[in-house]
Protein backbone atom coordinates (compact mmCIF):
# COMPACT_ATOMS: atom_id res chain seq x y z
CA UNK A 1 0.00 0.00 0.00
CA UNK A 2 2.08 2.48 -0.94
CA UNK A 3 -0.28 6.13 0.27
CA UNK A 4 -2.90 6.52 2.71
CA UNK A 5 -4.91 10.05 2.27
CA UNK A 6 -7.12 11.18 5.38
CA UNK A 7 -9.66 14.17 5.51
CA UNK A 8 -10.51 14.98 9.16
CA UNK A 9 -13.16 17.81 9.66
CA UNK A 10 -12.53 19.45 6.17
CA UNK A 11 -14.71 22.38 6.06
CA UNK A 12 -15.32 25.09 3.35
CA UNK A 13 -17.66 27.93 3.52
CA UNK A 14 -18.23 31.03 1.47
CA UNK A 15 -19.24 33.76 3.96
CA UNK A 16 -23.00 31.94 5.15
CA UNK A 17 -22.78 29.24 2.50
CA UNK A 18 -21.77 25.83 3.46
CA UNK A 19 -20.06 23.97 0.47
CA UNK A 20 -18.48 21.23 2.56
CA UNK A 21 -19.48 20.44 6.23
CA UNK A 22 -16.84 18.80 7.85
CA UNK A 23 -15.69 16.07 5.84
CA UNK A 24 -14.31 12.91 7.98
CA UNK A 25 -12.74 10.43 4.85
CA UNK A 26 -10.02 7.93 4.58
CA UNK A 27 -8.85 6.57 1.28
CA UNK A 28 -6.74 3.59 1.44
CA UNK A 29 -3.31 3.60 -0.40
CA UNK A 30 -3.45 2.16 -4.02
CA UNK A 31 -7.23 2.14 -4.11
CA UNK A 32 -9.93 3.93 -6.67
CA UNK A 33 -12.14 6.13 -4.71
CA UNK A 34 -14.78 8.38 -6.44
CA UNK A 35 -16.71 11.21 -4.72
CA UNK A 36 -19.85 11.09 -6.34
CA UNK A 37 -23.18 13.67 -6.06
CA UNK A 38 -25.39 16.02 -7.98
CA UNK A 39 -23.89 19.31 -9.07
CA UNK A 40 -23.27 21.74 -5.79
CA UNK A 41 -22.72 18.99 -3.49
CA UNK A 42 -19.12 19.77 -2.53
CA UNK A 43 -17.48 17.11 -4.06
CA UNK A 44 -15.28 19.42 -6.53
CA UNK A 45 -14.77 22.06 -3.21
CA UNK A 46 -13.26 18.81 -1.59
CA UNK A 47 -11.24 17.45 -4.49
CA UNK A 48 -10.08 21.52 -4.47
CA UNK A 49 -8.96 21.18 -1.09
CA UNK A 50 -7.21 17.75 -1.36
CA UNK A 51 -5.23 19.45 -4.25
CA UNK A 52 -4.21 22.36 -2.24
CA UNK A 53 -6.17 25.02 -4.65
CA UNK A 54 -8.86 25.73 -2.39
CA UNK A 55 -7.89 26.87 1.63
CA UNK A 56 -10.43 24.66 3.72
CA UNK A 57 -12.12 26.73 6.35
CA UNK A 58 -11.53 24.33 9.38
CA UNK A 59 -10.43 20.46 9.57
CA UNK A 60 -7.02 18.70 7.94
CA UNK A 61 -6.06 16.79 5.23
CA UNK A 62 -3.24 13.57 6.08
CA UNK A 63 -0.73 12.29 3.53
CA UNK A 64 0.99 9.51 5.14
CA UNK A 65 0.12 10.76 8.50
CA UNK A 66 1.63 13.86 7.78
CA UNK A 67 -0.26 16.91 7.93
CA UNK A 68 -0.43 18.74 4.89
CA UNK A 69 -3.16 20.97 5.08
CA UNK A 70 -0.85 24.40 5.08
CA UNK A 71 1.14 23.61 1.93
CA UNK A 72 1.09 24.79 -1.28
CA UNK A 73 -0.62 22.51 -4.43
CA UNK A 74 3.26 22.79 -6.26
CA UNK A 75 4.62 21.72 -2.83
CA UNK A 76 1.80 18.69 -2.68
CA UNK A 77 2.28 18.09 -6.69
CA UNK A 78 -0.33 15.17 -6.76
CA UNK A 79 -0.94 14.51 -10.40
CA UNK A 80 -4.09 16.07 -11.63
CA UNK A 81 -6.49 15.83 -14.35
CA UNK A 82 -9.00 19.15 -14.87
CA UNK A 83 -11.95 19.17 -16.21
CA UNK A 84 -11.93 20.16 -20.01
CA UNK A 85 -8.34 18.73 -19.76
CA UNK A 86 -6.33 21.85 -19.29
CA UNK A 87 -3.68 21.10 -21.76
CA UNK A 88 -1.48 24.36 -22.82
CA UNK A 89 -2.21 25.26 -26.32
CA UNK A 90 1.43 26.56 -27.09
CA UNK A 91 2.64 23.68 -26.46
CA UNK A 92 3.02 19.60 -28.19
CA UNK A 93 2.20 16.90 -26.23
CA UNK A 94 5.36 15.85 -25.48
CA UNK A 95 5.69 19.64 -23.80
CA UNK A 96 2.64 19.21 -22.16
CA UNK A 97 3.64 15.96 -20.77
CA UNK A 98 7.21 17.10 -19.55
CA UNK A 99 5.86 20.01 -18.04
CA UNK A 100 6.11 18.91 -14.71
CA UNK A 101 9.26 16.98 -15.23
CA UNK A 102 10.61 20.57 -16.58
CA UNK A 103 9.89 22.47 -13.73
CA UNK A 104 11.33 20.06 -11.06
CA UNK A 105 14.49 20.68 -13.12
CA UNK A 106 15.02 16.99 -14.43
CA UNK A 107 17.66 16.91 -16.92
CA UNK A 108 17.01 16.50 -21.33
CA UNK A 109 17.60 12.92 -21.20
CA UNK A 110 15.82 11.85 -18.59
CA UNK A 111 12.75 13.82 -19.16
CA UNK A 112 12.27 12.15 -22.54
CA UNK A 113 12.81 8.80 -21.07
CA UNK A 114 9.93 9.59 -19.11
CA UNK A 115 7.52 11.54 -21.43
CA UNK A 116 8.08 8.28 -24.13
CA UNK A 117 7.03 6.21 -20.84
CA UNK A 118 4.56 8.04 -20.46
CA UNK A 119 3.09 8.33 -24.00
CA UNK A 120 3.60 4.61 -24.10
CA UNK A 121 1.69 3.96 -21.20
CA UNK A 122 -1.31 5.78 -22.50
CA UNK A 123 -0.92 4.64 -26.01
CA UNK A 124 0.07 7.82 -27.76
CA UNK A 125 3.14 7.23 -29.40
CA UNK A 126 3.53 9.30 -32.57
CA UNK A 127 1.61 11.82 -31.49
CA UNK A 128 3.96 13.29 -29.07
CA UNK A 129 4.66 16.62 -31.56
CA UNK A 130 1.06 17.24 -32.25
CA UNK A 131 -0.86 20.56 -30.68
CA UNK A 132 -3.83 19.66 -28.20
CA UNK A 133 -6.37 21.49 -30.36
CA UNK A 134 -4.98 18.75 -33.33
CA UNK A 135 -6.17 15.99 -30.97
CA UNK A 136 -9.73 14.13 -30.30
CA UNK A 137 -11.02 14.43 -27.00
CA UNK A 138 -10.34 11.09 -25.89
CA UNK A 139 -6.42 11.76 -26.81
CA UNK A 140 -6.66 14.81 -25.05
CA UNK A 141 -8.14 13.32 -22.32
CA UNK A 142 -5.23 10.43 -22.26
CA UNK A 143 -2.79 13.40 -22.82
CA UNK A 144 -3.87 14.86 -19.10
CA UNK A 145 -3.47 11.56 -17.78
CA UNK A 146 -0.19 11.34 -19.21
CA UNK A 147 0.64 14.44 -17.81
CA UNK A 148 -0.80 14.00 -14.24
CA UNK A 149 1.35 10.79 -13.75
CA UNK A 150 4.62 10.93 -15.47
CA UNK A 151 6.18 12.84 -12.45
CA UNK A 152 4.81 9.30 -10.24
CA UNK A 153 2.67 11.69 -8.05
CA UNK A 154 1.81 10.11 -4.61
CA UNK A 155 -2.12 10.38 -5.47
CA UNK A 156 -4.30 11.18 -8.64
CA UNK A 157 -7.28 13.53 -8.61
CA UNK A 158 -9.61 13.61 -11.28
CA UNK A 159 -11.96 16.64 -11.95
CA UNK A 160 -15.09 14.49 -13.67
CA UNK A 161 -12.64 13.35 -16.18
CA UNK A 162 -14.89 11.92 -18.51
CA UNK A 163 -17.66 13.99 -18.93
CA UNK A 164 -16.77 16.04 -22.21
CA UNK A 165 -17.00 12.24 -23.94
CA UNK A 166 -19.60 10.98 -25.96
CA UNK A 167 -20.95 7.91 -24.32
CA UNK A 168 -19.51 4.78 -26.20
CA UNK A 169 -16.30 6.73 -25.72
CA UNK A 170 -16.92 7.28 -21.95
CA UNK A 171 -17.44 4.02 -21.47
CA UNK A 172 -14.31 2.90 -23.76
CA UNK A 173 -12.26 5.17 -21.07
CA UNK A 174 -13.79 3.87 -18.39
CA UNK A 175 -12.47 0.56 -18.91
CA UNK A 176 -9.06 2.34 -19.88
CA UNK A 177 -9.08 3.95 -16.51
CA UNK A 178 -9.34 1.19 -14.41
CA UNK A 179 -6.78 -0.84 -16.37
CA UNK A 180 -4.64 2.28 -16.00
CA UNK A 181 -4.98 2.78 -12.19
CA UNK A 182 -4.37 -1.31 -11.96
CA UNK A 183 -1.16 -0.87 -13.86
CA UNK A 184 0.23 2.38 -12.26
CA UNK A 185 -1.11 0.82 -8.53
CA UNK A 186 -1.32 4.99 -7.60
CA UNK A 187 -3.86 5.86 -5.49
CA UNK A 188 -6.83 7.75 -7.16
CA UNK A 189 -9.69 9.83 -6.23
CA UNK A 190 -11.64 10.94 -8.44
CA UNK A 191 -14.96 12.84 -8.90
CA UNK A 192 -18.23 12.76 -11.04
CA UNK A 193 -21.98 13.06 -11.14
CA UNK A 194 -21.97 10.24 -13.39
CA UNK A 195 -23.43 7.07 -11.10
CA UNK A 196 -22.50 4.59 -13.95
CA UNK A 197 -19.23 5.95 -14.10
CA UNK A 198 -18.77 6.07 -10.36
CA UNK A 199 -19.87 2.20 -9.88
CA UNK A 200 -17.76 0.79 -12.59
CA UNK A 201 -14.28 2.47 -11.71
CA UNK A 202 -14.02 2.53 -7.84
CA UNK A 203 -12.73 0.41 -5.38
CA UNK A 204 -14.82 2.67 -2.93
CA UNK A 205 -17.56 5.55 -3.57
CA UNK A 206 -18.41 8.21 -1.19
CA UNK A 207 -21.58 9.59 -1.87
CA UNK A 208 -22.01 13.50 -1.34
CA UNK A 209 -25.18 15.61 -0.88
CA UNK A 210 -25.60 19.68 0.27
CA UNK A 211 -21.89 19.31 1.54
CA UNK A 212 -21.88 16.14 3.45
CA UNK A 213 -21.00 12.94 3.20
CA UNK A 214 -23.77 10.65 3.41
CA UNK A 215 -22.47 7.40 2.73
CA UNK A 216 -18.82 5.98 1.56
CA UNK A 217 -18.16 1.92 0.56
CA UNK A 218 -17.77 -0.04 -2.03
CA UNK A 219 -20.21 0.35 -4.80
CA UNK A 220 -22.03 -2.99 -4.47
CA UNK A 221 -22.26 -2.37 -0.88
CA UNK A 222 -23.76 1.18 -1.54
CA UNK A 223 -25.82 -0.09 -4.35
CA UNK A 224 -27.44 -3.11 -2.22
CA UNK A 225 -27.50 -1.45 1.30
CA UNK A 226 -27.96 2.22 0.81
CA UNK A 227 -28.36 4.16 3.92
CA UNK A 228 -30.75 6.68 3.31
CA UNK A 229 -33.39 7.48 0.71
CA UNK A 230 -31.03 9.98 -1.47
CA UNK A 231 -28.44 7.31 -1.86
CA UNK A 232 -31.08 4.97 -3.04
CA UNK A 233 -32.34 7.24 -5.06
CA UNK A 234 -29.42 8.55 -6.80
CA UNK A 235 -27.50 5.29 -7.18
CA UNK A 236 -29.95 3.73 -9.90
CA UNK A 237 -33.94 4.05 -9.43
CA UNK A 238 -35.68 2.73 -6.78
CA UNK A 239 -39.01 2.69 -5.41
CA UNK A 240 -40.41 3.73 -2.05
CA UNK A 241 -42.43 2.21 0.24
CA UNK A 242 -43.43 3.71 3.65
CA UNK A 243 -45.04 1.93 6.57
CA UNK A 244 -45.30 1.10 10.26
CA UNK A 245 -43.96 -1.95 11.51
CA UNK A 246 -46.63 -4.58 12.96
CA UNK A 247 -45.06 -7.76 14.22
CA UNK A 248 -41.12 -8.17 14.55
CA UNK A 249 -39.99 -12.26 14.51
CA UNK A 250 -36.77 -13.57 15.01
CA UNK A 251 -36.11 -12.96 10.87
CA UNK A 252 -38.83 -11.33 9.61
CA UNK A 253 -40.71 -8.09 9.90
CA UNK A 254 -44.21 -7.47 9.17
CA UNK A 255 -44.72 -3.85 7.66
CA UNK A 256 -48.26 -2.73 6.96
CA UNK A 257 -47.99 -0.13 3.63
CA UNK A 258 -51.60 0.85 3.09
CA UNK A 259 -53.49 -2.19 2.90
CA UNK A 260 -50.83 -4.49 2.35
CA UNK A 261 -48.68 -6.17 4.60
CA UNK A 262 -45.19 -6.87 3.70
CA UNK A 263 -42.45 -9.43 4.87
CA UNK A 264 -39.06 -8.12 5.10
CA UNK A 265 -35.75 -8.81 6.68
CA UNK A 266 -34.50 -6.95 8.49
CA UNK A 267 -34.39 -5.29 12.14
CA UNK A 268 -36.97 -2.77 13.69
CA UNK A 269 -38.69 -1.67 16.40
CA UNK A 270 -42.35 -2.48 16.90
CA UNK A 271 -44.32 0.42 16.07
CA UNK A 272 -41.52 2.03 14.29
CA UNK A 273 -42.69 3.73 10.91
CA UNK A 274 -40.10 2.75 8.54
CA UNK A 275 -39.45 3.85 4.64
CA UNK A 276 -38.06 0.79 2.56
CA UNK A 277 -35.99 1.13 -0.84
CA UNK A 278 -37.09 -1.81 -3.27
CA UNK A 279 -34.96 -1.94 -7.03
CA UNK A 280 -37.15 -1.74 -9.68
CA UNK A 281 -35.29 -4.62 -11.07
CA UNK A 282 -35.74 -7.00 -7.96
CA UNK A 283 -39.47 -6.83 -8.85
CA UNK A 284 -40.42 -10.51 -10.94
CA UNK A 285 -44.14 -9.31 -12.76
CA UNK A 286 -46.55 -12.61 -13.25
CA UNK A 287 -44.98 -14.54 -10.31
CA UNK A 288 -45.01 -15.78 -6.84
CA UNK A 289 -42.65 -14.39 -3.98
CA UNK A 290 -42.81 -13.56 -0.22
CA UNK A 291 -44.41 -10.44 -1.15
CA UNK A 292 -47.66 -9.61 -3.83
CA UNK A 293 -49.32 -6.83 -5.59
CA UNK A 294 -51.73 -6.29 -7.80
CA UNK A 295 -51.24 -3.49 -9.99
CA UNK A 296 -52.25 -2.21 -13.97
CA UNK A 297 -49.35 -1.22 -16.27
CA UNK A 298 -49.46 2.46 -16.11
CA UNK A 299 -46.43 2.94 -19.12
CA UNK A 300 -43.77 0.28 -20.65
CA UNK A 301 -41.14 1.05 -22.42
CA UNK A 302 -38.80 -1.19 -24.34
CA UNK A 303 -34.95 -0.41 -23.58
CA UNK A 304 -33.13 -3.57 -25.45
CA UNK A 305 -31.94 -5.45 -22.45
CA UNK A 306 -35.44 -4.96 -20.55
CA UNK A 307 -38.76 -3.28 -20.24
CA UNK A 308 -39.04 0.02 -17.42
CA UNK A 309 -42.58 -0.41 -16.33
CA UNK A 310 -44.68 1.81 -14.23
CA UNK A 311 -47.45 0.43 -12.22
CA UNK A 312 -50.33 1.82 -10.48
CA UNK A 313 -50.84 0.24 -7.59
CA UNK A 314 -53.13 0.70 -4.42
CA UNK A 315 -49.73 1.55 -2.37
CA UNK A 316 -49.18 4.10 -5.16
CA UNK A 317 -47.28 4.00 -8.75
CA UNK A 318 -43.94 1.16 -8.74
CA UNK A 319 -41.46 0.82 -11.21
CA UNK A 320 -40.27 -2.65 -12.05
CA UNK A 321 -37.29 -3.28 -14.79
CA UNK A 322 -37.72 -6.72 -16.21
CA UNK A 323 -35.43 -8.32 -18.47
CA UNK A 324 -36.87 -8.35 -22.19
CA UNK A 325 -35.45 -11.73 -22.68
CA UNK A 326 -37.59 -14.60 -22.07
CA UNK A 327 -40.09 -12.54 -19.78
CA UNK A 328 -43.11 -14.19 -18.60
CA UNK A 329 -44.83 -11.39 -20.21
CA UNK A 330 -44.70 -8.48 -22.63
CA UNK A 331 -46.15 -5.36 -20.29
CA UNK A 332 -49.13 -3.70 -22.22
CA UNK A 333 -50.37 -0.27 -21.04
CA UNK A 334 -53.70 -1.06 -19.20
CA UNK A 335 -53.10 -5.09 -18.31
CA UNK A 336 -53.79 -5.96 -14.69
CA UNK A 337 -50.28 -7.87 -13.77
CA UNK A 338 -49.25 -9.68 -10.79
CA UNK A 339 -45.72 -8.69 -9.43
CA UNK A 340 -43.43 -10.03 -6.51
CA UNK A 341 -40.58 -9.63 -4.67
CA UNK A 342 -38.36 -11.69 -2.28
CA UNK A 343 -38.05 -10.75 1.14
CA UNK A 344 -34.70 -9.80 1.33
CA UNK A 345 -35.40 -7.69 -1.72
CA UNK A 346 -35.87 -4.54 0.26
CA UNK A 347 -33.72 -2.28 2.26
CA UNK A 348 -34.97 -0.46 4.78
CA UNK A 349 -33.32 3.72 4.70
CA UNK A 350 -33.51 6.78 6.71
CA UNK A 351 -35.43 9.63 4.91
CA UNK A 352 -33.30 12.51 4.15
CA UNK A 353 -34.61 14.68 1.52
CA UNK A 354 -34.21 13.24 -2.05
CA UNK A 355 -33.41 15.77 -4.14
CA UNK B 1 -22.82 29.65 -58.45
CA UNK B 2 -21.86 32.48 -60.55
CA UNK B 3 -25.54 33.50 -61.11
CA UNK B 4 -26.48 33.21 -57.83
CA UNK B 5 -24.02 36.02 -56.91
CA UNK B 6 -25.05 38.03 -59.67
CA UNK B 7 -28.17 37.48 -58.69
CA UNK B 8 -27.17 38.34 -55.18
CA UNK B 9 -25.20 41.63 -56.01
CA UNK B 10 -28.06 42.84 -57.99
CA UNK B 11 -30.55 42.16 -55.46
CA UNK B 12 -28.18 44.14 -52.83
CA UNK B 13 -27.35 46.83 -54.93
CA UNK B 14 -29.44 49.04 -53.48
CA UNK B 15 -27.72 48.51 -50.27
CA UNK B 16 -24.29 48.99 -51.86
CA UNK B 17 -25.76 52.27 -53.36
CA UNK B 18 -26.22 53.76 -49.59
CA UNK B 19 -21.91 53.07 -49.43
CA UNK B 20 -21.32 55.36 -52.31
CA UNK B 21 -21.50 58.66 -50.24
CA UNK B 22 -18.90 57.28 -47.48
CA UNK B 23 -16.48 55.55 -50.42
CA UNK B 24 -16.68 58.72 -52.73
CA UNK B 25 -15.95 60.67 -49.31
CA UNK B 26 -12.94 58.72 -48.41
CA UNK B 27 -11.39 58.76 -52.20
CA UNK B 28 -12.02 62.42 -52.51
CA UNK B 29 -10.50 63.73 -49.37
CA UNK B 30 -8.32 60.86 -47.77
CA UNK B 31 -7.15 58.53 -50.75
CA UNK B 32 -6.63 61.63 -53.04
CA UNK B 33 -4.28 64.15 -50.89
CA UNK B 34 -2.27 60.98 -49.92
CA UNK B 35 -2.01 60.23 -54.04
CA UNK B 36 -1.08 63.90 -54.24
CA UNK B 37 1.78 63.44 -51.35
CA UNK B 38 3.41 60.44 -53.12
CA UNK B 39 3.18 62.44 -56.44
CA UNK B 40 4.84 65.84 -55.04
CA UNK B 41 7.57 63.83 -53.53
CA UNK B 42 9.09 62.60 -56.57
CA UNK B 43 7.63 66.40 -58.68
CA UNK B 44 9.01 68.94 -56.73
CA UNK B 45 11.76 70.70 -56.94
CA UNK B 46 12.30 68.47 -59.97
CA UNK B 47 11.11 65.41 -61.31
CA UNK B 48 13.06 62.30 -60.35
CA UNK B 49 14.30 60.65 -57.31
CA UNK B 50 16.35 63.37 -56.01
CA UNK B 51 14.04 63.98 -52.33
CA UNK B 52 14.65 59.87 -52.50
CA UNK B 53 18.12 60.30 -52.49
CA UNK B 54 18.75 62.57 -48.98
CA UNK B 55 17.88 59.61 -46.91
CA UNK B 56 21.51 58.26 -47.99
CA UNK B 57 23.13 61.61 -48.10
CA UNK B 58 21.33 63.81 -46.23
CA UNK B 59 22.61 64.19 -42.56
CA UNK B 60 19.85 66.48 -40.89
CA UNK B 61 17.28 63.51 -42.48
CA UNK B 62 19.20 60.69 -41.41
CA UNK B 63 18.96 61.93 -37.85
CA UNK B 64 15.67 62.92 -37.95
CA UNK B 65 14.81 59.29 -38.55
CA UNK B 66 17.35 57.83 -36.78
CA UNK B 67 15.86 59.91 -33.39
CA UNK B 68 12.37 58.93 -34.41
CA UNK B 69 13.20 55.42 -34.63
CA UNK B 70 15.31 55.56 -31.50
CA UNK B 71 12.12 57.07 -29.80
CA UNK B 72 9.58 55.06 -30.58
CA UNK B 73 11.34 51.57 -29.78
CA UNK B 74 12.00 53.07 -26.34
CA UNK B 75 8.72 54.22 -25.48
CA UNK B 76 6.86 51.23 -27.27
CA UNK B 77 9.21 48.81 -24.70
CA UNK B 78 8.19 51.33 -22.01
CA UNK B 79 4.87 51.28 -22.43
CA UNK B 80 5.10 47.50 -23.24
CA UNK B 81 6.55 47.35 -19.68
CA UNK B 82 4.16 49.43 -17.71
CA UNK B 83 0.97 47.92 -19.39
CA UNK B 84 1.74 44.68 -18.96
CA UNK B 85 2.68 44.86 -15.36
CA UNK B 86 -0.63 46.74 -15.37
CA UNK B 87 -2.79 44.09 -17.52
CA UNK B 88 -1.29 41.54 -15.32
CA UNK B 89 -2.80 42.96 -12.40
CA UNK B 90 -5.66 43.96 -13.61
CA UNK B 91 -6.62 40.43 -14.82
CA UNK B 92 -5.97 38.96 -11.79
CA UNK B 93 -7.68 41.39 -9.52
CA UNK B 94 -11.48 40.69 -8.55
CA UNK B 95 -14.31 42.04 -10.77
CA UNK B 96 -14.79 45.53 -8.61
CA UNK B 97 -10.90 46.52 -8.51
CA UNK B 98 -11.05 45.61 -11.92
CA UNK B 99 -13.50 47.70 -12.82
CA UNK B 100 -11.53 50.56 -11.06
CA UNK B 101 -8.34 49.42 -12.44
CA UNK B 102 -9.66 49.83 -15.96
CA UNK B 103 -11.30 53.24 -15.39
CA UNK B 104 -7.86 54.03 -14.44
CA UNK B 105 -6.42 53.22 -17.37
CA UNK B 106 -9.09 54.74 -19.19
CA UNK B 107 -9.36 58.25 -17.69
CA UNK B 108 -6.07 59.84 -19.53
CA UNK B 109 -7.33 58.66 -22.80
CA UNK B 110 -10.11 61.45 -22.16
CA UNK B 111 -8.30 64.11 -21.53
CA UNK B 112 -6.47 66.95 -24.71
CA UNK B 113 -2.78 65.53 -25.43
CA UNK B 114 -2.27 69.10 -25.07
CA UNK B 115 -2.81 69.45 -21.53
CA UNK B 116 -1.27 66.16 -20.59
CA UNK B 117 2.28 67.49 -22.26
CA UNK B 118 1.68 71.23 -21.01
CA UNK B 119 1.03 69.09 -17.26
CA UNK B 120 4.30 67.26 -18.14
CA UNK B 121 6.15 70.53 -18.64
CA UNK B 122 4.94 71.82 -15.31
CA UNK B 123 6.27 68.91 -13.40
CA UNK B 124 9.58 68.54 -14.97
CA UNK B 125 11.04 71.95 -16.32
CA UNK B 126 13.59 73.41 -14.07
CA UNK B 127 11.86 75.31 -11.36
CA UNK B 128 8.96 72.47 -11.94
CA UNK B 129 7.59 70.30 -8.89
CA UNK B 130 10.17 67.42 -9.45
CA UNK B 131 13.39 69.29 -9.60
CA UNK B 132 12.24 72.08 -6.64
CA UNK B 133 11.04 68.60 -4.22
CA UNK B 134 14.63 66.87 -5.20
CA UNK B 135 16.30 70.11 -4.12
CA UNK B 136 14.30 70.91 -1.01
CA UNK B 137 15.23 67.56 0.08
CA UNK B 138 19.18 68.07 -0.93
CA UNK B 139 19.59 64.97 -3.45
CA UNK B 140 20.41 67.66 -5.73
CA UNK B 141 22.22 71.00 -5.88
CA UNK B 142 21.87 72.09 -9.74
CA UNK B 143 18.13 71.06 -11.60
CA UNK B 144 17.97 68.62 -13.73
CA UNK B 145 17.85 68.54 -17.44
CA UNK B 146 14.12 66.38 -17.68
CA UNK B 147 11.90 68.28 -20.06
CA UNK B 148 12.85 70.01 -23.84
CA UNK B 149 14.98 67.35 -25.07
CA UNK B 150 14.32 63.06 -25.50
CA UNK B 151 13.56 62.03 -22.19
CA UNK B 152 11.26 64.86 -21.81
CA UNK B 153 9.35 63.42 -24.96
CA UNK B 154 9.74 59.31 -23.79
CA UNK B 155 8.14 60.61 -20.59
CA UNK B 156 5.21 62.67 -22.51
CA UNK B 157 4.66 59.69 -25.27
CA UNK B 158 5.12 56.33 -22.73
CA UNK B 159 2.15 58.00 -20.52
CA UNK B 160 0.00 58.52 -23.29
CA UNK B 161 1.00 55.35 -24.93
CA UNK B 162 0.39 52.85 -21.94
CA UNK B 163 -3.17 52.57 -22.20
CA UNK B 164 -3.30 51.68 -25.63
CA UNK B 165 -0.76 48.96 -25.11
CA UNK B 166 -3.24 47.56 -22.16
CA UNK B 167 -6.15 46.88 -23.73
CA UNK B 168 -4.47 44.43 -26.34
CA UNK B 169 -2.36 43.08 -23.43
CA UNK B 170 -5.55 42.43 -21.25
CA UNK B 171 -8.02 41.12 -23.82
CA UNK B 172 -5.21 38.77 -24.75
CA UNK B 173 -4.84 37.89 -20.96
CA UNK B 174 -8.29 37.69 -20.17
CA UNK B 175 -8.53 34.77 -22.77
CA UNK B 176 -6.37 32.25 -21.14
CA UNK B 177 -7.79 30.10 -18.89
CA UNK B 178 -7.42 30.41 -15.53
CA UNK B 179 -7.78 26.72 -14.97
CA UNK B 180 -4.29 26.16 -17.01
CA UNK B 181 -2.39 28.30 -14.50
CA UNK B 182 -3.70 26.01 -11.94
CA UNK B 183 -2.80 23.08 -13.59
CA UNK B 184 0.42 24.47 -13.35
CA UNK B 185 0.86 24.75 -9.97
CA UNK B 186 -0.62 21.91 -9.17
CA UNK B 187 2.24 20.08 -11.23
CA UNK B 188 4.35 21.64 -9.08
CA UNK B 189 5.57 24.75 -10.90
CA UNK B 190 6.73 27.73 -8.55
CA UNK B 191 4.46 30.96 -9.38
CA UNK B 192 7.56 32.06 -11.24
CA UNK B 193 7.52 29.38 -13.30
CA UNK B 194 3.96 29.46 -13.82
CA UNK B 195 4.37 33.06 -15.32
CA UNK B 196 7.56 32.33 -17.05
CA UNK B 197 6.31 29.19 -18.74
CA UNK B 198 2.64 29.37 -19.20
CA UNK B 199 1.50 32.68 -18.88
CA UNK B 200 4.04 34.73 -20.63
CA UNK B 201 3.99 32.74 -24.09
CA UNK B 202 -0.06 32.50 -23.80
CA UNK B 203 -0.15 36.68 -23.39
CA UNK B 204 2.46 36.90 -26.34
CA UNK B 205 -0.02 37.70 -29.48
CA UNK B 206 -1.29 40.68 -26.99
CA UNK B 207 2.34 41.49 -26.32
CA UNK B 208 3.00 41.96 -30.41
CA UNK B 209 -0.29 43.38 -31.15
CA UNK B 210 0.04 45.91 -27.99
CA UNK B 211 3.74 46.56 -29.05
CA UNK B 212 2.45 46.93 -33.22
CA UNK B 213 -0.16 49.44 -32.01
CA UNK B 214 2.10 51.66 -29.68
CA UNK B 215 5.00 51.73 -32.40
CA UNK B 216 3.00 52.68 -35.40
CA UNK B 217 0.97 55.20 -32.76
CA UNK B 218 4.67 56.50 -31.91
CA UNK B 219 5.53 57.43 -35.44
CA UNK B 220 3.42 59.74 -36.34
CA UNK B 221 3.43 61.88 -32.93
CA UNK B 222 3.20 65.61 -33.41
CA UNK B 223 2.29 67.43 -30.30
CA UNK B 224 4.01 65.71 -27.58
CA UNK B 225 7.14 66.15 -29.34
CA UNK B 226 6.53 69.24 -30.04
CA UNK B 227 6.13 70.85 -26.68
CA UNK B 228 8.18 68.26 -24.42
CA UNK B 229 11.02 68.13 -27.00
CA UNK B 230 11.11 72.25 -26.99
CA UNK B 231 11.99 72.17 -30.94
CA UNK B 232 15.63 71.07 -29.80
CA UNK B 233 14.72 67.32 -30.50
CA UNK B 234 12.94 66.60 -33.82
CA UNK B 235 10.66 63.92 -34.86
CA UNK B 236 9.23 62.41 -37.93
CA UNK B 237 5.88 64.47 -37.56
CA UNK B 238 7.69 68.05 -36.35
CA UNK B 239 10.31 67.83 -39.11
CA UNK B 240 7.83 67.40 -42.30
CA UNK B 241 5.66 70.62 -40.68
CA UNK B 242 8.88 72.51 -40.69
CA UNK B 243 9.88 71.61 -44.04
CA UNK B 244 6.86 72.38 -45.89
CA UNK B 245 5.23 74.98 -43.49
CA UNK B 246 8.68 77.32 -42.06
CA UNK B 247 11.07 76.40 -45.16
CA UNK B 248 8.25 75.52 -47.88
CA UNK B 249 9.98 72.38 -48.97
CA UNK B 250 7.35 70.75 -50.22
CA UNK B 251 9.48 67.95 -51.98
CA UNK B 252 11.58 66.50 -48.24
CA UNK B 253 8.21 66.95 -46.50
CA UNK B 254 6.05 65.19 -48.97
CA UNK B 255 9.25 62.65 -49.15
CA UNK B 256 9.54 61.80 -45.33
CA UNK B 257 5.45 61.97 -45.21
CA UNK B 258 5.86 58.88 -47.91
CA UNK B 259 8.17 57.31 -45.85
CA UNK B 260 6.55 57.42 -42.85
CA UNK B 261 3.88 55.98 -44.74
CA UNK B 262 5.38 53.25 -46.04
CA UNK B 263 7.43 52.30 -42.61
CA UNK B 264 3.69 51.88 -40.76
CA UNK B 265 2.10 49.70 -43.77
CA UNK B 266 5.03 47.72 -43.72
CA UNK B 267 4.82 47.29 -40.14
CA UNK B 268 1.33 46.41 -40.53
CA UNK B 269 1.98 43.75 -42.85
CA UNK B 270 4.09 42.14 -40.46
CA UNK B 271 1.95 42.06 -37.85
CA UNK B 272 -0.86 40.44 -39.71
CA UNK B 273 1.70 37.37 -40.11
CA UNK B 274 1.22 37.12 -36.02
CA UNK B 275 -2.10 37.43 -36.18
CA UNK B 276 -2.36 34.21 -38.56
CA UNK B 277 0.09 32.78 -35.53
CA UNK B 278 -2.35 33.84 -33.32
CA UNK B 279 -4.92 31.82 -34.60
CA UNK B 280 -2.29 28.69 -34.88
CA UNK B 281 -2.60 28.58 -31.03
CA UNK B 282 -6.10 28.68 -30.88
CA UNK B 283 -7.94 30.15 -28.27
CA UNK B 284 -6.92 26.60 -25.76
CA UNK B 285 -7.62 23.30 -25.81
Known amino acids: ?355 | MRRDVVAKLRQDGGWYALLLPAFLLLSVFYVTPILQVLAISFLEPEPGFSNYQRIATNLSVQRVIITTLRICTITTLLALLLGYALSYTITLAGERARRWWLLCVLVPLWISVLVRAFAWVTLLRRQGLINQSLQGAGLITEPLELVWNEFGIIVGMVHYMVPYAVLPMLASMREIEPRLLAAARGMGASRAQVFARVFLPLSMPGVVAAGVLVFIFSLGFYITPAILGGGKTLMVAEWISLQILDLIRWGLGTMMATLLVVTILVTLAVFSRVVNMRRLFGGGA
Not at chain 1, 53 to 82: C, H, N, Q, S, Y
Not at chain 1, 120 to 139: H, I, T, Y
Not at chain 1, 211 to 232: D, N, W
Not at chain 1, 338 to 346: E, K, L, P, S, T
Request: net charge neutral.
Open chain 1, 1 to 355: MSVALELRGLAKSYGNFVAVEGADLAVEGGSFLTLLGPSGSGKTTILMMIAGFTEPTAGRLLLDGRDITALPPEKRAFGMVFQGYALFPHMTVAENIAFPLRVRGLGRAEREGKVRAALDLVQLMGFAERLPKQLSGGQQQRVALARALVFDPALLLLDEPLSALDKKLRAELQEELRALHRRVGRTFVNVTHDQEEALSLSDEVAILNHGRIIQKGAPAALYEHPRTRFVADFLGKSNFLRGVVREVGPEHIAVQCGPLRLRHFGAARLGEEVLLSLRPEKIALAQEGDNVLEGRVLSSAYLGAGHAVVLETPIGPIRVHQPAWRAAVEPAVGEALRMAWAADAATIVEDDDAA
